[in-house]
């Protein structure tokens, strides 16, 4: 008789390699056939809503791995609220206007000269379309749960529709102007950009100190005093208008060689070094600032004067403490302007080529016309020092090119007008993290009035007509007639038709008496775009609402997405668009540096998910702190898949033992099983209140590791590793092998549940072979309860000091095996000396198995611990003799007995073994 035939061996179709680049395809072709989305929110209609709102992915190029992070955690968040009594519906949705797609169309070959606007705009709307399908496919081979087949688009009329909505309300509020003030400008774009547009890196610039000579002193300063400016823009000298001091600071006149200069005293030492005074300068008087207003220097080589004036920006961390002061290149400068009537001079076109406004630099591009006007100074004898500083400098995000501030006439949201309520909204917002609070609340508060015009083509234009006196007209009857005609049209129809077809029948209005109009034909910044969702989107679609409970993205969104949408939101309904916001850092490489391809680090999610799978990914998203940058390689990769094999094997282990398993009629109740078993199911009670508890709070990573200690310390390393002595051996209906089935059952079936937002494949490929199941799918369940079972404080208490004692002990057979005392454990006996301590805990063990559950085949105490030979191991809970057990092996169950052979017609079994086979 073959012995090995009377053995219940696991049995699972459920196969130990995941394979998961070719299963992950299968598993959701099968969602997409039973149309897993809508089946989800059919299960939970008429729940309460949970509103995550997508923050639009521009659309434009192959996913990366920051793209990965950011979907895969709004994924864990929708697919864990629909578990828990939310109905979750999950929008995607793409960012599709803005200069990218332009210069991605100009890049292919379009030549955009050679067509209409309207054209063009259709070309670019065409590219939208297609960067859409190709990312749309990319999210969901991750697996990210959605309404894929009607997503929002900014570029659809209906969103549009209400963008337009959103800029009438504001400028119904008296948000919206126009007005001509320095703004970042990007000769590289020929546009306007917003500050969320701008990103800092180094610039080698011009450093150069420069005497303004005085032409009325008002009294105070002798003719002919020199003024000692610094600056590292030289290209704006011929903008020059003024020289700002700051009225509290001492300032000092020194004689050099017969020339009397001005400067802070404070930074006197300093600018004699740079400049070369070589002795100390003789200072010959002192002043405070607000002594100097109103007097005039001459500009340097024009027949201009220089006014100086009192600023309280005038800082003297550097420089010279009196501020060059060009009104139409810096926003300082043009406020103090502003202030001294001085007009806005900006000599510079939109592609950063200096105008005839500056005479002998006309035709040069700005930052060419350095050499030129400090060549210039030199010759007129106004320039004292040329120097050059590698400094952080203002670069546009998309062209990654120096911007410049120039003045032009932009439209302009009014921040000032609503800050306070701004402020207030964001102290009703939860931050996760908290920080974030601090970080938004700052920038609002020293955020200047928002430009939102640009000077491009493919955008929502801004729905302005002027009057034949140029006077901008804005009215709730344009508004409501432009937004209708984009909801039907779309925005294109801006750009087909003339001004006159574009307002309502019969339109009328006092600045046009002959009915004659124009149209604005700038477009709204795309942050305007998506900043608008909250209208375009939570409003405008029934499944949503408005505001959301949460808005997820990386942490660059504090000056992008989350700025705009609260302050459009503000600006309409008075309160923030979310409730909570919730944001992530950046993906780096293993080494902690940004991924570049220069460096040859870049990890890109299609090969991972092609080498690896998708829920490799997910998996590695939930084992990193998100919330700060995160790193990702190749070996950081190869540790999650170890991490997700264990928790797989698991899982197979668990299935595998289930096969024979009915839970209606096998199922032992709590009260009936043995106190190892009541006490998995308070450890695995414990994992769903830690596991929910961290979902709620989104910490991944705790649940990554509360389920890998699970699998790797409770299960495999204990519960599961003497499983088999009873699984396998016992008989069918053997209470104390029904008793570990239903712990296993439950298991599984909560572990499933618990992983299905993090391991989505994976988890619902294992429902699909647990036994006795209805749900068609995990996701169509809702997640195990926290339950209140009887005597758990206990019974944690007795068996963690337990398995401290079997720890000892494995370290004792660890050290026997080494030492070739025995050879598997199960060939061993161990005899324990213990405490009064130890003891007692070993009789209160009244149903366990010691010898089963320290997976020897002999096991005794020896007496107490004073009483224990001197070869003993002695540790911490007992002294520990490991010895070979006596008797023979049997055949069937590999226990070493004194019974075995005592059965005639088994003679290689042992006595249990025999009763289990003759049964």
């Not at 400068?333 to 005839?356: C, H, N």
């Not at 599984?748 to 647990?770: F, G, M, Q, R």
Request: proline share 5%.
């Amino acid at each position: 008789m073959d012995y090995k035939d009377t053995l219940l061996m696991p049995k699972t179709e459920f196969p130990m390699r995941g394979n998961l680049p070719k299963r992950e395809p299968e598993i959701q072709a099968k969602w997409e056939e039973m149309n897993i989305y809508e089946k989800v929110q059919d299960r939970t209609k008429g729940r309460p809503l949970f509103v995550l709102h997508d923050g639009p992915p521009y659309a434009n190029g192959d996913l990366h791995m920051g793209h990965a992070l950011n979907k895969t955690l709004k994924d864990f968040i929708v697919r864990y609220k629909s578990m828990t009594g939310y109905c979750a519906p999950y929008v995607p949705g793409w960012d599709t206007h803005g200069l990218p797609i332009e210069h991605a169309l100009a890049n292919k070959g379009v030549k955009r000269k050679e067509m209409s606007t309207a054209e063009f705009r259709k070309r670019c709307e065409e590219y939208a379309y297609e960067q859409i399908d190709n990312q749309r496919s990319s999210f969901k081979r991750l697996g990210v749960r959605g309404c894929w087949e009607n997503p929002y688009v900014t570029l659809k009329p209906a969103y549009e529709a209400q963008q337009i909505k959103v800029f009438g309300e504001m400028a119904k509020k008296g948000y919206i102007y126009k007005g001509k003030k320095p703004v970042y400008w990007s000769p590289s774009s020929e546009s306007a950009l917003a500050e969320a547009e701008i990103e800092y890196k180094d610039k080698r610039s011009p450093s150069i100190y420069v005497a303004f000579t005085v032409t009325d002193g008002k009294g105070v300063l002798d003719q002919g005093t020199k003024m000692v400016i610094w600056t590292t823009t030289p290209w704006t000298i011929p903008a020059n208008l003024g020289i700002a001091i700051h009225p509290d600071f001492t300032y000092v006149v020194v004689e050099v060689e017969n020339e009397k200069y001005v400067v802070a005293e404070s930074l006197l030492k300093e600018v004699s070094e740079v400049v070369g005074w070589e002795e100390n300068p003789k200072v010959i008087k002192k002043l405070k600032g607000n002594e100097m207003e109103y007097i005039v220097a001459k500009h340097p080589f024009y027949e201009r004067d220089s006014l100086v004036m009192l600023g309280e920006h005038v800082t003297t961390d550097s420089g010279t403490g009196c501020v060059h002061t060009a009104p139409g290149h810096g926003e300082d400068d043009f406020f103090i302007g502003q202030k001294y009537e001085l007009g806005v001079l900006s000599p510079v076109d939109a592609k950063g080529v200096m105008t005839d406004e500056a005479p002998g630099f006309e035709g040069l591009f700005y930052d060419k016309a350095n050499k030129e006007i400090t060549d210039k100074l030199t010759e007129v004898g106004a320039l004292l020092k040329l120097t050059f500083i590698t400094h952080s400098y203002p670069h546009d995000w998309r062209t990654k090119k120096p911007v410049i501030y120039r003045a032009t006439s932009q439209w302009f949201a009014s921040i000032e007008k609503f800050r306070p309520a701004l402020l207030e909204a964001i102290k009703n917002v939860k931050w996760v993290p908290a920080w974030g609070e601090t970080r938004l609340f700052n920038m609002v508060r020293d955020r200047g009035d928002w430009c939102i015009s640009r000077q491009r083509i493919w955008g929502v234009p801004i729905p302005v007509f002027y009057g034949e006196n140029g006077e901008a007209i804005i009215t709730d009857e344009t508004i409501d007639h432009v937004s209708n005609l984009f909801r039907q049209y779309g925005s294109n129809v801006w750009f087909e038709r003339e001004a006159k077809d574009l307002l309502p029948e019969g339109f009328t209005h006092p600045s046009s008496p002959n009915g004659l109009f124009t149209k604005e034909m700038d477009i709204m910044d795309v942050w305007f775009d998506s900043g608008s969702s909250h209208q375009g989107v939570l409003l405008e679609r029934e499944d949503l609402q408005r505001p959301a409970d949460l808005y997820l993205e990386g942490s660059d969104q504090y000056r992008g997405w989350f700025n705009s949408s609260l302050t459009t939101a503000v600006a309409v309904t008075g309160t923030a668009p979310y409730k909570g916001v919730l944001s992530h850092g950046f993906t780096l490489d293993g080494e902690g540096r940004k991924m570049s391809k220069s460096l040859g680090n870049v990890i890109v999610p299609e090969k991972v998910i092609k080498q690896l799978g998708a829920d490799i990914i997910r998996l590695w998203v939930a084992s990193v702190d998100y919330q700060s940058d995160v790193r990702v390689s190749d070996a950081i990769l190869k540790q999650v898949t170890e991490v997700y094999r264990k928790i797989r094997n698991t899982f197979r282990f668990l299935l595998g033992n289930l096969a024979d398993f009915h839970p209606e009629t096998d199922a032992i109740a709590f009260d009936k099983l043995r106190e190892v078993d009541q006490f998995m199911l308070v450890k695995l009670n414990n994992l769903v209140k830690d596991v929910l508890h961290a979902y709620e709070h989104y910490e991944f990573a705790n649940i990554y590791h509360h389920v890998n200690h699970f699998c790797t310390v409770d299960l495999s390393s204990f519960y599961l590793d003497f499983a088999k002595d009873i699984l396998y051996i016992e008989t069918e209906n053997n209470l104390e092998r029904r008793a570990m089935q239903t712990v296993f059952y439950e298991t599984v079936i909560a572990l499933t549940k618990l992983l299905s937002p993090i391991l989505a494949h994976t988890a619902d490929e294992v429902w699909s072979y647990i036994p006795h199941v209805e749900a068609d799918s995990v996701q169509l369940t809702d997640m195990p309860v926290v339950k209140e079972l009887p005597n758990a404080e206990a019974l944690t208490e007795k068996w963690q000091q337990f398995l401290k004692l079997r720890d000892d002990v494995l370290k004792a057979l660890e050290e026997a095996r080494n030492e070739k005392v025995i050879g598997k454990s199960l060939t061993a006996k161990v005899t324990l000396y213990v405490t009064e301590e130890t003891k007692d805990l070993l009789a209160s063990l009244v149903d366990a198995n010691l010898k089963q559950l320290f997976i020897v085949s002999d096991f005794k105490i020896g007496g107490m611990l004073k009483d224990a030979p001197d070869h003993a191991l002695k540790l911490e809970h007992a002294a520990i003799v490991v010895e070979k057990a006596e008797g023979e092996t049997c055949e069937r169950c590999w226990v070493v007995t004194t019974d075995t052979g005592m059965d005639k017609d088994h003679p290689t079994l042992c006595a249990r073994c025999a009763t289990v086979v003759k049964n």
